[in-house]
């Protein structure tokens, strides 16, 4: 598993990582701000996301939005090397 930082200024509450999964790996996620939203976008292959106890399948080429500030993992679901980006940001609350 491969983390690259896309931004190269620390901004509290953004992040922009690019995910480079090996074949079958899996990656506890961390929690981030109350009142952030992640926005993993899938490049290459296919990512079951973990969210606050239930399972999504995202696939090349879906966004799969959800509350950035809840427990999360992902595990590449292929036994062949998985991309993905993740767009991490801070949401207004009145949206």
């Not at 901004?11 to 790996?25: H, V």
């Not at 899938?42 to 959800?66: H, M, W």
């Amino acid at each position: 598993m491969k983390v690259h930082k896309l931004l190269p200024d620390k901004i509290k509450g953004l992040d922009i990582d690019r995910m480079e999964f090996a074949a079958e790996a899996v990656m506890g996620g961390h929690p981030h701000l109350e009142g952030t939203k992640e926005y993993l976008t899938v490049l290459q292959g296919e990512i079951l996301v973990f969210v606050a106890g239930e399972s999504y399948v995202v696939r090349r080429g879906d966004v799969f939005a959800f509350p950035g500030n809840q427990a999360h993992s992902y595990r590449n679901m292929k036994k062949t090397p998985s991309i993905a980006l993740s767009v991490v940001i801070p949401v207004p609350a009145h949206l």
